[in-house]
């Protein structure tokens, strides 16, 4: 069973920032396509962006500019920075993993059925 764990989230102002962090099991952080998504209330879980095991990166549209993704492999974790929040980023944040190409496909990385491994979520709240 592998394991992932976010941690960062919290309640900030319009237009404020947040880093969140997913811990990870080494193999997961070396081996695995990971991503995050996050849920609204009554909304879908949404990609937000990805990290895969090549390096590469990918953000939904309505975050680029604002949301950086990235590793730190010698801390098993995957980091999303998040600026310029908007209470339109207020949801729960999960992090994902699977393996193999789902993070190589441009449409597979956003669908959380394609990830098999969940943390227990974030919980972000942008107040305006």
């Known amino acids: 069973q592998e394991h992932l764990g976010e941690s960062g989230g919290g309640s900030v102002q319009d237009g404020g920032s947040l880093r969140l962090t997913c811990a990870a099991s080494k193999a997961i952080v070396d081996y695995y396509c990971i991503a995050w998504f996050r849920q609204a209330p009554g909304k879908e879980r949404e990609g937000v962006g990805s990290?895969?095991?090549?390096?590469?990166?990918r953000l939904a549209e309505s975050v680029k500019g604002r949301f950086i993704i990235s590793k730190d492999t010698s801390k098993n974790s995957l980091y999303l920075q998040k600026n310029a929040l908007s209470p339109d980023d207020t949801a729960m944040y999960y992090c994902?993993?699977?393996?193999?190409?789902?993070?190589?496909?441009?449409?597979?990385?956003?669908?959380?059925?394609?990830?098999?491994?969940w943390g227990q979520g974030t919980q972000v709240t942008v107040s305006s």
């Open positions: 994902a993993a699977a393996f193999g190409d789902v993070c190589d496909s441009s449409t597979r990385w956003a669908i959380a059925g394609a990830f098999p491994y």
């Open positions: 990290f895969a095991r090549d390096g590469s990166t």
